[in-house]
């Protein structure tokens, strides 16, 4: 299995989650890394999942992975 890396532009941190933008309802969705890639999808790290910000007006939904035992 190939490791997909972060879209943002100079980060080389490998991709743990993917963001979609559904323009039709207005949100933006965070939720773990997709198999598909599709077209209003990026893929980003951890770090860039955490600063991430909706254009005004949008909702973000996170979807947060439970596999985590901290
Ligand atoms: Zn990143």
Not at 18 to 24: E, K, L, M, Q, S
Not at 31 to 60: K, M
Request: hydrophobic share 35%.
């Amino acid at each position: 299995m190939d490791g997909r890396l972060c879209s943002k532009v100079a980060c080389t941190n490998e991709a743990t989650q993917t963001f979609t933008y559904v323009y039709a309802d207005s949100m933006a969705v965070l939720g773990p890394l997709s198999d598909r890639h599709e077209p209003h999808s990026y893929d980003l790290c951890p770090v860039h999942a955490e600063r991430l910000s909706a254009p005004r007006g949008w909702q973000v939904i996170r979807h947060v992975a439970l596999n985590n035992e901290l």
